[in-house]
């Protein structure tokens, strides 16, 4: 009786499960034939699957999120930008601790600004600070110039054309000026703005020379502990008016003091897109003059400068 209750229970499951294939005869020969209802769920599977599973689902998620996740190296992505302007490296998500309740560049006078609060506020903090007239004082401000350092990467071939991984070299927007040579050719007019289009370059000083006669100009700022690492490689960033840096991160080793030598340069920065729910999503901005001094982790603000007034030499 049981056997035969089994029995009649599993002919009724067989008679309520889907029949999605259908027989139908054709001359002599017996067709299967998929039923339409089957057929249009089948396709609605396919492309749900392939909605979920495509490859521009996760380009969707990048842009809300607004960075491109690295799944393999576990790293954000920042590649050029479609006019090529940036560089291509992957960097760890930066701690939003660092940006939390900071929603402008802070400004101080040098002489307010002792060795205690610089490194107790700032040094370990990567809170921007800009210091003012914290290097009006430095023979480099009558000395640093477009003209100074012509003269003297141009008194020996080798130091202008010296290459290699230590002599970074960014041309931002002036695609025409191809090398450190291509700076030193630019023509008179250009130069002082009388003509062409405004010009922005930054490189690394990676020739000895030059190094040690810049280094021979100024002095630690005084809000800087005696103790510390002193500078190992002096940065240039000179251009004219109306130009500048892109917004971008960057990828070098620590955070840096930068200094402006002539003209006015604006900065822009924001926090990166990781933690924009952490720490105020605003661009911040602040001019600075000759003789100041801003302080800012750029491995974990994003930046942009913008040169106001004259061709500004800026070393870091």
Same mark, same amino acid.
């Given at each position: 009786?049981?056997?035969?209750? =089994?029995?009649?229970?599993?002919?009724?499951?067989?008679e309520? %499960?889907p029949?999605?294939?259908?027989?139908?005869?054709?001359?002599?020969?017996?067709?299967?034939?998929? =039923?339409?209802n089957?057929?249009?769920?089948?396709?609605?599977?396919?492309?749900?699957?392939?909605?979920?599973?495509?490859?521009?689902?996760?380009?969707?998620?990048?842009?809300?999120?607004?960075?491109?996740w690295?799944?393999?190296d576990?790293?954000?992505?920042?590649?050029?930008?479609?006019?090529?302007?940036?560089?291509?490296?992957?960097?760890?998500?930066?701690?939003?601790s660092?940006?939390?309740?900071?929603?402008?560049?802070?400004?101080?006078?040098?002489?307010? @600004?002792?060795? $205690?609060?610089?490194?107790?506020?700032?040094?370990?903090?990567?809170?921007?600070?800009?210091?003012?007239n914290?290097?009006?004082?430095? $023979?480099?401000? %009558?000395? @640093?110039n477009? *003209? +100074?350092?012509?003269?003297i990467?141009?008194s020996?071939? $080798?130091?202008?054309?010296?290459?290699?991984?230590?002599?970074?070299?960014?041309?931002? #927007?002036?695609?025409?000026?191809?090398?450190?040579?291509?700076?030193?050719?630019?023509?008179?007019?250009?130069?002082? #703005?009388?003509?062409? =289009?405004? +010009?922005?370059?930054? +490189?690394?000083?990676?020739?000895?020379?030059?190094?040690?006669?810049?280094f021979?100009?100024?002095?630690?700022?005084?809000?800087?502990?005696?103790?510390s690492?002193?500078?190992?490689?002096?940065?240039?960033?000179?251009?004219?008016?109306?130009?500048?840096?892109?917004? *971008?991160?960057?990828?070098?080793? @620590?955070?840096?003091?930068?200094?402006?030598?002539?003209?006015? #340069?604006?900065?822009?920065?924001?926090?990166?897109?990781?933690?924009?729910?952490?720490?105020?999503?605003?661009?911040?901005?602040?001019?600075?003059?000759?003789?100041?001094?801003?302080?800012?982790?750029?491995?974990?603000w994003? *930046?942009?400068? =913008?040169?106001i @007034?004259? *061709?500004?030499?800026?070393?870091?």
């Amino acid at each position: 009786m049981s056997t035969l209750r =089994k029995r009649k229970s599993s002919e009724n499951e067989q008679e309520t %499960e889907p029949n999605l294939i259908e027989e139908k005869q054709i001359g002599n020969e017996s067709v299967r034939v998929l =039923k339409l209802n089957s057929a249009v769920a089948l396709s609605l599977g396919v492309l749900i699957g392939s909605i979920c599973g495509g490859p521009w689902l996760q380009d969707l998620v990048d842009l809300a999120r607004g960075y491109r996740w690295n799944y393999v190296d576990r790293c954000i992505m920042e590649t050029p930008e479609s006019n090529g302007y940036g560089v291509d490296f992957c960097r760890t998500p930066v701690d939003c601790s660092s940006c939390q309740n900071v929603d402008k560049i802070d400004e101080i006078s040098v002489e307010n @600004l002792s060795v $205690d609060l610089f490194e107790g506020r700032y040094a370990y903090t990567s809170r921007p600070l800009i210091v003012r007239n914290a290097s009006i004082n430095w $023979d480099l401000m %009558e000395v @640093l110039n477009y *003209h +100074w350092l012509k003269d003297i990467y141009l008194s020996d071939p $080798d130091l202008v054309d010296k290459t290699g991984d230590e002599c970074w070299f960014n041309r931002y #927007k002036s695609l025409d000026i191809r090398n450190l040579r291509g700076v030193f050719k630019l023509s008179e007019a250009r130069v002082t #703005k009388l003509s062409g =289009k405004p +010009w922005y370059v930054g +490189w690394a000083v990676c020739q000895e020379k030059v190094a040690e006669e810049i280094f021979s100009l100024f002095e630690r700022p005084t809000f800087i502990n005696p103790d510390s690492t002193p500078p190992r490689k002096p940065w240039i960033f000179i251009g004219t008016p109306g130009n500048g840096a892109h917004l *971008h991160i960057d990828n070098v080793d @620590l955070s840096s003091w930068q200094a402006q030598v002539q003209g006015e #340069k604006t900065w822009y920065l924001r926090a990166p897109p990781e933690c924009y729910l952490s720490c105020p999503n605003k661009i911040m901005e602040a001019t600075l003059y000759p003789g100041d001094i801003i302080v800012i982790n750029t491995n974990e603000w994003f *930046h942009a400068t =913008k040169v106001i @007034l004259a *061709h500004t030499p800026k070393f870091i």
